[in-house]
């Protein structure tokens, strides 16, 4: 009869049993090292997670001027200087009027914090005075509840413009290195290939063919669609003359990203200033938006979502879900494509499992 000893000794003896729990202890040192060093580790991380994420943008590009002839480096330079002279005439012509609305607002906050306390009032006097004493409580703890939450998303608001401030290096930085991938990106695609393991070589390949072609899709048509979408947007509120068109249009742009509740989401701060300032344009902006998006949706990239990363609405909606409660706006961004990401690997693994039977 063997006893518990020998068979605590047969166990460590084994080598598989030593190598997993080597792996385990390394995985589990390295995850808290980052987690205790994730500012530093992030400052190190975010000039080449923005360099990564521009050559993959840039790179179908580049592969169709190199198909057209033009070398590699010839093609990243003329896409750079193309990039560049864009944000030159970004800078130049628009960031100087997002400054002057910026600081407007700031002027006008005041004014508007003083027009929903008015509204509020009013609202309490002649709607909810008629209620039972105890629906009351519940309306004011729920108005105050909103008021708490209004104020929190400021403060959002206004961290993230500091972060992205702060983070300026690491932005600078990340075109730089962008350019240097873009370039070289063939030799670094032969570098990484090599060290992949033999056994599952081409099935990584072709995992991260499949992620290229349809995560990239994806991306860059939501990138070019929010930009029309951010541009239709400041047009029409500079037409029917809204204060702040470019703010509004530039957040309607970013929002846009996020399927289904992207539109609600970016129209809000144009409907609450015209609620605040102009009520009779509360109708034209509502239709104005309405028409916007239904363009969008049913012209510019009808069923983009289903088409180019396969997900079923209600798969996407769960997605946003799980993405906004837990990681707020960045998880509503990210949503989509993370799950997109694992339901990718989870046919490739089902693959994977239906070859080796065969």
Request: proline share 4%; hydrophobic share 55%; aromatic share 10%.
């Amino acid at each position: 009869m063997v006893k518990r000893g020998d068979r605590i000794i047969n166990i460590f003896s084994n080598r598989s049993v030593l190598y997993r729990l080597f792996l385990f202890i390394v995985i589990l040192f390295i995850f808290v090292f980052i987690l205790n060093q994730r500012q530093k580790l992030t400052s190190i991380v975010l000039p080449f997670a923005i360099g990564i994420f521009i050559a993959y943008i840039l790179n179908p590009v580049v592969e169709f001027l190199t198909s057209k002839g033009v070398k590699r480096a010839a093609a990243v330079a003329i896409i750079y200087f193309i990039l560049i002279g864009s944000i030159i005439i970004a800078l130049v012509y628009i960031v100087p009027v997002l400054i002057m609305e910026l600081n407007n607002l700031i002027d006008v906050v005041p004014f508007y914090t003083r027009e929903v306390q008015k509204i509020i009032s009013n609202i309490k006097i002649e709607y909810l005075s008629s209620l039972p004493l105890s629906l009351q409580e519940i309306v004011d703890s729920n108005i105050d509840r909103l008021e708490k939450l209004l104020l929190d998303c400021l403060e959002k608001v206004a961290d993230t413009i500091i972060n992205a401030f702060s983070s300026m290096f690491s932005i600078i930085l990340g075109p730089i290195l962008g350019f240097y991938i873009l370039k070289d990106l063939d030799r670094i695609r032969e570098s990484i290939i090599q060290y992949l393991p033999v056994n599952y070589r081409n099935s990584i390949i072709l995992w991260f063919e499949k992620i290229g072609k349809t995560l990239g899709q994806y991306i860059r048509s939501q990138l070019i669609v929010s930009l029309i979408i951010g541009f239709l947007t400041t047009f029409v509120m500079v037409v029917i003359k809204i204060d702040f068109a470019f703010i509004i249009g530039a957040l309607s742009g970013i929002t846009n990203i996020i399927p289904y509740f992207g539109p609600l989401i970016g129209v809000m701060p144009a409907i609450i200033i015209a609620i605040l300032r102009y009520p009779n344009k509360i109708p034209l902006i509502i239709i104005s938006v309405f028409i916007i998006h239904q363009l969008e949706s049913g012209i510019i990239s009808p069923h983009i979502v289903g088409e180019h990363v396969g997900l079923h609405p209600l798969t996407v909606i769960l997605s946003l879900l799980i993405g906004g409660t837990f990681f707020g706006l960045l998880g509503l961004v990210l949503a989509v494509p993370i799950a997109a990401l694992l339901k990718l690997t989870l046919q490739n693994m089902k693959e994977n499992n239906n070859y080796s039977r065969l």
